[in-house]
């Protein structure tokens, strides 16, 4: 009998892919915050991972950015979708630095941001 390898269901194709596919609804949870000094905007949680209030002075909280944060992670996510299911089936350590700067020039910028904030 041939061997099949198990892969867990976490890390299975099928799975990353239907991730992929709800994990750009997430971006309603972001909202837009301009830097006073800078005027560089960046993207904010605005709803806790666990329910706990935050800080939201200074962010803005709107379909309009909620809807073009969306359908920039939608092109991310088709553009780059060979790639991203790649690293996150192999438990690959820094996988958002490693596909920042590796595999693509989308982020150079975020290298800054903290992990639990992708």
Excluded: W
């Excluded at 299975?12 to 709800?22: P, V």
């Amino acid at each position: 009998a041939q061997l099949v390898p198990q892969v867990p269901y976490a890390r299975s194709e099928a799975h990353l892919t239907e991730l992929l596919e709800r994990v750009c609804e997430k971006m309603k949870e972001y909202g837009e915050k301009v830097d006073p000094s800078t005027h560089r905007k960046s993207y904010v949680r605005v709803i806790s991972h666990d329910g706990t209030k935050m800080d939201l002075s200074g962010v803005k909280i709107d379909g309009d950015v909620a809807s073009s944060l969306k359908f920039a992670c939608e092109s991310i996510a088709e553009e780059y979708e060979d790639e991203l299911i790649e690293f996150l089936s192999h438990e690959a350590d820094n996988v958002k630095d490693r596909l920042c700067s590796k595999r693509t020039d989308l982020c150079d910028h975020a290298l800054h941001i903290p992990h639990d904030e992708l």
